[in-house]
């Protein structure tokens, strides 16, 4: 990894600061409401090949909600920043940017976005990314989809709560928080249970997810978190999983909400390394 | 030539005839046809026995179906998710032909494993052709479990009247059945609970469920 010349340093700051401001303006749970055409996308760490081919067709949709995981794992989070950040400026009420377990002084660390920005733009660039990253949003809520991370949580009984937590929180701090961004779920449990992913983290098993749902009146939750091939459909489909980096050797996927259809599309290796000139 | 390990996805180097991290056998040596084990979750192919999951790969004629369609692609729900693992391979059926099955037939189901594909897979616990079943990394096992968390031999599945046992074999990281709040470590032998989840060492979680 080169260094990266002064003018696009200060782009990218200029860039991250501004969307620190947004961020920070915005509450932590965004209700969008119904929305006709929607496009949902997982983890993409640094695929940015799939970010520009979302950004670019499917800027004409009423949304493209980001699942989180940006950054660490592939060494392009920087410039997969650079594509998303100036398009959520551009319209922030289309582009929804949530936030990963990724986007995270916790992970960055281990994973290779800290070492990244040292090496394109200098350490002491770092506190920018982790600033913006502690006041992203954790949940939004379009056509009685609760988009997020990771999922639910113990002790969230109700969405109003995620409205109640407090930005900006760096790891983040807070339990409920926490676990948005790093539960994972499993229909073969009831309850949580503690997860392999270490201490505060929890699989949520299918009864507490039914009722979480019930109670919210919501048709299921879309999130990433976990590698799929695409995607992972559980819990008689109220629970999808959407995975759309490459790291992982297996296919990208994003997922289409027109209307009540949901549709699976799969952005393989031809498409993403030869494919469309993108 | 260095092959892949289709467990665990190690390089390994040519001389090797088991993976250098979990132990799974290298393919070529480890054919269906050269299996002489009766029941299918034995030697290093736990990943292909039962894909109840996917009803879509059960025809024991269907070869795997890598889908190369030209992209982008797009496919309606529902639909399961395809694992590049869901290798059809023949059941061999050895106790229902001359002994009705005892009431109450065993399984371990993967909740969780560092070898992603295996979640969800169910693998019978056959008491009827071993009494002891064993758990660990390395293929000597009734049921190998690819994660080099796992020691080589790391715990005993056995039963006692209706009862059903864990015990530990002093493995570097543990077992530990999950209490309604905790995972409790295994000190020598535990009665399992009705669809105990264990976690084995770190990164493994398995559900025993009894249908």
Redesign the interface.
């Given at each position: 990894m080169s260094p990266w010349p002064q003018e696009r340093r200060e782009a990218l700051l200029d860039v991250v600061a501004k969307a620190r401001d947004k961020f920070s303006s915005m509450r932590p749970l965004l209700r969008l409401g119904e929305r006709k055409r929607v496009v949902v996308v997982g983890d993409t760490h640094g695929a940015i090949n799939v970010t520009k081919y979302v950004l670019e067709k499917y800027w004409e949709y009423d949304s493209i909600v980001f699942l989180g995981d940006y950054v660490d794992r592939e060494p392009y989070g920087l410039e997969n920043l650079e594509l998303i950040l100036p398009k959520f400026l551009e319209n922030p009420e289309k582009i929804i940017v949530l936030r990963g377990n990724h986007e995270s002084p916790m992970t960055n660390e281990y994973y290779g976005f800290k070492s990244e920005v040292r090496e394109k733009m200098g350490a002491e660039y770092y506190e920018e990314f982790a600033s913006m990253f502690s006041v992203m949003p954790y949940v939004a809520i379009v056509n009685g989809y609760f988009c997020v991370h990771g999922g639910i949580a113990r002790g969230l009984e109700s969405v109003d709560q995620v409205e109640g937590l407090k930005k900006p929180d760096l790891l983040p701090e807070d339990q409920i928080a926490m676990e948005l961004l790093w539960n994972d779920p499993r229909e073969e449990l009831d309850g949580f249970i503690p997860n392999v992913r270490g201490e505060g983290t929890f699989f949520y098993g299918k009864d507490v997810t039914l009722r979480f749902l019930e109670q919210n009146s919501l048709k299921g939750i879309i999130r990433g978190h976990e590698v799929a091939d695409g995607f992972r459909f559980e819990m008689d489909n109220r629970v999808i999983t959407v995975f759309s980096s490459r790291y992982h050797k297996m296919r990208a996927g994003i997922l289409r909400i027109e209307d009540e259809n949901l549709t699976q599309e799969y952005l393989d290796e031809r498409f993403l390394y030869e494919g469309d000139g993108l | 030539m260095p092959w892949k390990c289709s467990g665990c996805g190690t390089e390994n180097p040519d001389d090797a005839i088991y993976c250098t991290t979990c132990g799974l056998k290298k393919p070529e040596e480890s054919q269906p046809s050269q299996q002489t084990e009766s029941v299918p979750q034995v030697q290093g192919e736990p990943l292909t026995t039962q894909q109840e999951q996917q009803p879509q790969t059960a025809s024991p004629e269907t070869p795997p179906v890598e889908?190369?369609v030209?992209?982008?692609?797009?496919?309606?729900?529902?639909?399961?998710?395809?694992?590049?693992e869901a290798t059809p391979v023949q059941q061999p059926q050895t106790t229902q032909v001359q002994q009705p099955q005892p009431v109450g037939k065993y399984y371990i189901?993967f909740?969780?494993t560092p070898v992603?594909s295996l979640n969800?897979t169910k693998v019978p616990l056959d008491f009827e052709v071993f009494e002891t079943i064993s758990l660990g990394r390395s293929p000597e096992n009734v049921l190998m479990i690819p994660d080099n968390e796992i020691s080589r031999r790391h715990a005993l599945l056995y039963r006692e009247g209706d009862n059903l046992y864990i015990e530990d074999l002093n493995s570097t990281n543990g077992t530990y059945v999950?209490d309604?709040k905790?995972?409790q470590a295994v000190k020598g032998k535990m009665l399992l609970p009705k669809n105990a989840?264990v976690?084995l060492g770190?990164?493994?979680?398995i559900?025993i469920v009894r249908e």
């Open positions: - | 889908q190369s030209p992209t982008p692609q797009a496919e309606q729900m529902p639909a399961q998710p395809t694992q590049a189901q909740i969780a992603s969800k999950y309604g905790v995972f989840v976690k770190n990164s493994t979680i559900k």
